[in-house]
């Protein structure tokens, strides 16, 4: 964040290289950055994975992954030629030290022949039961000495609970340096979510009213339109709650609540996101109900088309309890956010794909107009949407045109797309240009992992302890189970509708669905 210039010259392993997150995400994120002119000079991308493969096969391979994933309208053959020359496959055992070994000797062979700065980023794109041992190894094959340069990356979930992180972050730091530990949410990649940041800390606007004394309550939704997909086997053993709340939602959640950071320097947000972190007030465990909720689909309709139940799904056990959807209402003890309730929410099969977040504010203190002029109107309300559609929407209210009195909501909307013409980078884009460079603000710290999960604990327990009965308790295509909708409705507040639900058309859509919003 913050830099133009390209990264020093790199070489980029990744362990798992076979699997799917190298396919639709990692080697696209490359090459958009390569077609952009930021990678470095001089790289390399070395695969490395059990199955035997080799180099033309590795690049044939992820050749196809680029047309179907990257979002130029054609992969050029040339561009593609000369960057395929830098990608490489390499078979072994990652449990065999002897393959370290020769993986050490290999890469000192590269560094040797560029001469000058190398950062080595070992990329673990492996489920999380390989991830001691291959730590391990490359301690032991000494992988882990340049300070500087050598940077490991882990993929989430880090751990499944308190105990489990602990134990994840110990292994990782009594190898490496947590100086070269990126943990890596791909969430905290997408521009609007950065644009957080921007939009609190670049503009005086807003500042002076982002508090408890202005602000009612806080929403964030991340809901999906689809299941599990080919996750069945990981997402059973994970549930809403890990998956989502423990990472996505709550890192939201840090940097809406998050005070001004003196720089961008990566300690400095990461500092004022443990803070958070650790201002959210224990949930009490015998009151868990009153602050959370969770479900799992039946089956239902999605736009048109009938989908099954979530126990019906590949590798998924026929009698699951596992959570689809989960909703939680957290309060952050500190002198800025007292008493402001924050709602999360997140769920497979809803309506559809959206990401947001809504600041509603409180209603003036004093109506000057009349009850008749008042019939439409509504407190002020900020917006900033994640995906699909990327921008940032205020509510505010103006007079209806008319020889009356009346006043009527209407919204003033951004768009990234309309206004810099431009597609925003995909979020692995600019987490892995980050990680090149050495920038370590947009990913977590073990502190802070462990933070997230102190937090979900009590919820963990007691949903352990006790078992549903209603599963599953919410048709696909709705928006979750009606203890969703009281979790918010005993505070006397609702669930926002979706901008990007309301938002559709144009200018005038919004002003008639905000006016009919309940």
């Not at 009490?284 to 239902?300: C, K, S």
Request: aromatic residues 12%; proline residues 6%.
């Amino acid at each position: 964040m913050g830099k133009n210039a390209r990264p020093d010259s790199t070489i980029f392993l990744i362990f798992g290289a076979a699997g799917d997150l190298t396919w639709r995400k990692l080697i696209p994120a490359l090459y958009n950055l390569y077609l952009d002119d930021w990678m470095p000079e001089r790289f390399m991308v070395l695969g490395l994975d059990r199955i035997e493969m080799g180099d033309e096969e590795f690049r044939h391979h992820l050749r196809d992954s680029v047309e179907r994933n990257s979002p130029q309208e054609k992969v050029d053959k040339d561009r593609w030629s000369a960057f395929a020359e830098n990608l490489h496959f390499t078979s072994g055992d990652f449990k065999d030290e002897k393959f370290f070994n020769d993986l050490a000797e290999e890469l000192a062979k590269v560094k040797k022949g560029w001469d000058g700065p190398t950062n080595t980023i070992f990329y673990l794109a492996v489920p999380p039961s390989l991830v001691e041992m291959i730590v391990q190894n490359l301690g032991k094959a000494k992988l882990n000495q340049d300070r500087q340069g050598a940077r490991i990356v882990a993929e989430k979930p880090f751990g499944r609970d308190m105990d489990s992180a602990e134990r994840l972050n110990q292994t990782l730091t009594g190898i490496f340096n947590e100086s070269q530990i990126y943990r890596i949410d791909h969430y905290l990649g997408k521009e609007t979510v950065q644009n957080i940041l921007a939009f609190r800390f670049g503009n005086t606007l807003f500042e002076p009213l982002w508090n408890r004394h202005y602000i009612d309550h806080v929403q964030i939704t991340v809901a999906e339109s689809v299941g599990v997909e080919h996750r069945g086997a990981y997402y059973d053993q994970a549930g809403a709650l890990r998956d989502m709340i423990q990472n996505h939602l709550l890192q939201i959640l840090c940097l809406i609540a998050m005070e001004a950071p003196v720089s961008l320097k990566g300690n400095e947000i990461r500092n004022k996101k443990v803070d958070v972190l650790h201002a959210i007030r224990p949930i009490p465990f015998e009151e868990i109900n009153r602050f959370a909720v969770r479900g799992q689909y039946a089956a239902g309709w999605i736009e048109g088309e009938h989908v099954k139940s979530y126990r019906e799904e590949p590798d998924v056990a026929s009698d699951s309890l596992t959570e689809t959807y989960a909703a939680l209402k957290l309060f952050v003890d500190n002198w800025r956010w007292q008493s402001v309730p924050f709602y999360l929410r997140t769920g497979k099969r809803l309506p559809a794909k959206v990401s947001e977040v809504a600041i509603q504010f409180r209603p003036v203190p004093h109506q000057t107009f009349p009850a008749a002029a008042l019939m439409d109107w509504r407190p002020n309300r900020l917006l900033l949407a994640i995906q699909p559609d990327e921008g940032i929407f205020l509510r505010f209210e103006v007079k209806h045109p008319g020889l009356t009195m009346h006043l009527s909501p209407v919204l003033m909307q951004f768009y990234y797309r309309e206004a810099f013409q431009a597609e925003p980078p995909k979020a692995y884009e600019t987490l892995l240009l980050d990680v090149m460079r050495g920038d370590a603000a947009l990913f977590m710290r073990a502190d802070q992992t462990e933070a997230a999960w102190q937090v979900l604990a009590p919820v963990l327990q007691a949903w352990e302890e006790n078992k549903p009965f209603s599963f599953p308790n919410y048709q696909a295509g709705t928006w979750g189970p009606e203890e969703g909708e009281i979790l918010i409705a005993q505070d006397g507040r609702s669930w926002v509708i979706p901008t990007y639900l309301q938002c559709q058309e144009n200018l005038a859509a919004c002003h008639i669905a905000t006016t009919n919003e309940s």
